[in-house]
């Protein structure tokens, strides 16, 4: 795929965003805003994040590890059982996810924005694939 369609992928997207510490859901916002894309949220608490990932239209998530000290993994579950890709932050790398979730794509805190540009069209990709 070209990279231009590759950018088509993002332009308009809605993506879910769960992160509790305010200058990483900033940031992500911004990256996010920079690609075309629509941010629903920030959840910032696992209780909002479950509602959302229920309830919202989005075509991607990217779901902080740990919130607020709760694990992810109710919301990334509702997200699985909607069929919808999504992609995990954390600081711990691709080590620290649990089963089944270890084949989903992660971005390492601190990322780029061309890491998460990469990592947001590969998840869509296979989504669509």
Same mark, same amino acid.
């Given at each position: 795929m070209s990279a231009e369609a590759n950018? *088509?992928?993002l332009n308009g997207a809605r993506v879910l965003v769960v992160e509790d510490e305010a200058a990483?859901?900033?940031?992500? *916002?911004d990256m996010l805003l920079d690609? /075309?894309?629509?941010v629903v949220g920030p959840a910032a608490r696992l209780s909002t994040a479950l509602e959302?990932?229920?309830a919202e239209t989005f075509e991607v998530a990217i779901l902080d590890v740990n919130v607020?000290?709760?694990p992810i993994y =109710?919301?990334? *579950?509702?997200?699985?059982?909607?069929?919808? =890709?999504?992609?995990?932050?954390?600081?711990? /790398? /691709?080590?620290?996810?649990?089963? =089944?979730?270890r084949d989903r794509p992660v971005v390492q805190k601190p990322f780029?924005?061309?890491?998460l540009k990469r990592t947001l069209i590969s998840a869509i990709s296979a989504a669509r694939g």
């Amino acid at each position: 795929m070209s990279a231009e369609a590759n950018d *088509e992928l993002l332009n308009g997207a809605r993506v879910l965003v769960v992160e509790d510490e305010a200058a990483i859901s900033m940031l992500l *916002e911004d990256m996010l805003l920079d690609f /075309g894309c629509t941010v629903v949220g920030p959840a910032a608490r696992l209780s909002t994040a479950l509602e959302m990932a229920e309830a919202e239209t989005f075509e991607v998530a990217i779901l902080d590890v740990n919130v607020a000290g709760e694990p992810i993994y =109710p919301v990334a *579950e509702a997200i699985a059982r909607r069929d919808l =890709p999504l992609v995990f932050s954390t600081g711990y /790398g /691709g080590a620290g996810i649990r089963e =089944p979730f270890r084949d989903r794509p992660v971005v390492q805190k601190p990322f780029s924005q061309a890491d998460l540009k990469r990592t947001l069209i590969s998840a869509i990709s296979a989504a669509r694939g």
